[in-house]
């Protein structure tokens, strides 16, 4: 049994996430310019590159804090240092941005800051049941209250599935079906919050397989299993309700699950180690990229779509080389400086 991921594929996750994040940046700016030809089509699928994070948090989680994440405290303190610096960088970020273009009286809302902050935030316009929308109208923030519900949950959750694997997975797969069917019944952001965390669950039995040696998606049949029949019930769901459009629900909901358990069945296997390999070929480039990307995702949508210099062909590409020299500030040069753990000095 490995006890770490090897170097390559670490690269791979490193690409993966990179991809990722560009690729909703892309989905973004062909939607903001309208663009319909082969490009257009090409980055529609912006939702999908979303459920790719989940699962990859998933397995990079469960590879990195399966034994650490059974002390809860110092595992919360890890996740609180890497998710919250960057969100208030992101708010003081489109905050700046929304007083320059003379929209922050117009935009801003009390109870979408303290939502945002307190990770309640998703999209009204595709989903029924919203707390709060994402503070002055960054919409991809919606993952990152997902995200943060799923570092919660995972200390707990870990500790029943140590003691007896199988069963968990059938009571984690079980639960979240029963949540699917509870959101679609009575939509509410904590039930379908809580739906979402199978996806992120396959990500993190997918790295458990990878290091226990496996190799092929039978490894996943439990948890994958439970995907599907989650599947099968916002299928159900889809039949039941009027289509408003294929980013809204019910069909949101069905793409999502069909999303993560495509990508678990196409990349838990040969074709997973063959993009491991490329990404092998430059791992320096997909190591920057990488580093940046989690900034990337969360500037890019201020920046590059609702920023009014960003309005024209110079200004897109203007604010793109700005997304870049703020995403490096901040992740590469601005975040070590936070301290990791109280200095000697301030504990005498």
Known sequence: MATQLSRRVQVGLDAARALAAIYVVLHHVAEKNQIENTFGVLVMFGQQAVVVFFLLSGFVIFANERQRALQPSGYYVRRLRRIYPMLIATLALSTILCLEDGTFRDKFSLAELFGTLAALQD?????????????????????????????????????????????ANHLIGATCCVLTVVYILAPNH????????????????????????????????VP??????????????????????????????????????LLLVIFFGPAGEGFVELAALTPALWRFLAS????????????????????????????????????????????PLIPTRPSRSRLA
């Open 123 to 167: 999209l009204s316009k595709s989903k029924p049941g919203v707390i709060v929308d994402p503070f002055l109208g960054n919409g991809p923030l919606w993952s990152l209250s997902y995200e943060i519900t799923f570092y919660l949950a995972f200390p707990w959750v870990l500790r029943l599935w140590a003691r007896t694997p199988r069963r």
């Open 190 to 221: 904590f039930a379908l919050v809580g739906a979402y965390f199978l996806s992120w669950w396959c990500g993190a039995m997918a790295a458990d397989a990878y290091l226990n040696g496996q190799r092929r998606v039978r490894a996943l049949a």
């Open 224 to 261: 994958l299993g439970w995907l599907l029949a989650q599947c099968a019930i916002a299928a159900v769901a889809f039949g039941q309700f009027d289509f408003v459009s294929v980013n809204a629900f019910p069909c949101l909901l069905l793409q999502h699950f069909i999303s993560a358990a």
């Open 292 to 335: 940046i990307s989690f900034a990337i995702y969360l500037f890019h949508y201020p920046l590059l779509i609702t920023w009014r210099a960003a309005g024209t062909v110079s200004g897109q590409i203007g604010a793109a080389l700005l997304l870049v020299a703020v995403a490096i500030a901040v992740e590469r040069f601005a975040l």
